[in-house]
């Protein structure tokens, strides 16, 4: 059983060696794809004044549901146009890796929607950054080497944000407060999505 188990692991290990440039290419897509929903759901919060914390939340985790229904569907695109399968063991352990801090960050913002802690929507801004900047690193040890420097980046500018927002917005803003999740969930994508492009074409170009 072990030794099926170690066979199992060696072949997953080789498969994901093999599609790295699969993956390289699907990231890029998914980036944009992701990045440019955050900053359409910013926008749209602050046009349709999604004020309360228990809005503010719903509005965030529906956008959150529609961008990792378009990735997966990317994914797949990308797997089907490449002749690949897609719930191969590599994207069954991506998964795996993505789906407990997600899960984490799923269950600690419906705590804040029922209990309601007044307009504080840092405490459901930040700490999402956070689990999902921790989910992105998790994913990187299946993936190319940058997107764990990409969640490492996640972490720690919401890490440094956190107590100046937390000390200093005396008067909690929700447009702020909605450009924050723009910047950190559409912003920061787009810019890895453009860097992924660019390295990609003139690594194609080489």
């Known amino acids: 059983m072990e030794t099926n188990q170690a066979a199992e692991n060696l072949q997953v290990i080789r498969t994901l060696m093999e599609r790295s440039a699969l993956y390289r290419r699907t990231l890029a897509p998914i980036m944009f794809c ?13 046009v349709l004044k999604v004020e309360t914390l228990r809005l503010f ?21 990308q797997a089907l146009k490449d002749r690949e399968p897609f719930w191969s063991p590599p994207t069954r352990r991506v998964t795996q890796a993505l789906v407990p ?11 804040l929607m029922v209990f309601n802690p007044g307009q504080l929507r840092w405490l459901f801004i930040f700490p999402n950054a956070m689990f999902y900047g921790c989910a992105v690193h998790a994913a990187g040890f299946f993936m190319p080497r940058g997107i764990k420097l990409f969640g ?42 453009i860097y992924l492009y660019f390295t990609e074409q003139r690594k194609n170009e080489a």
């Open 34 to 46: 992701v990045g440019t929903l955050g900053v359409v759901a910013a926008l749209g919060g602050i």
């Open 152 to 193: 490492w980046a996640i972490i720690m500018l919401a890490g440094l944000a956190w107590p100046g927002i937390a000390m200093f917005e005396c008067d909690p803003n929700p447009r702020l407060d909605h450009a924050l999740m723009g910047f950190f969930f559409g912003g920061l994508h787009l810019a890895y999505g």
């Open 101 to 111: 801090p997600l899960a984490a960050g799923l269950l600690f913002s419906l705590v």
């Open 57 to 77: 939340c719903a509005w965030w985790l529906v956008t959150a549901l529609v961008a990792v229904a378009g990735a997966f569907l990317i994914a797949r695109r």
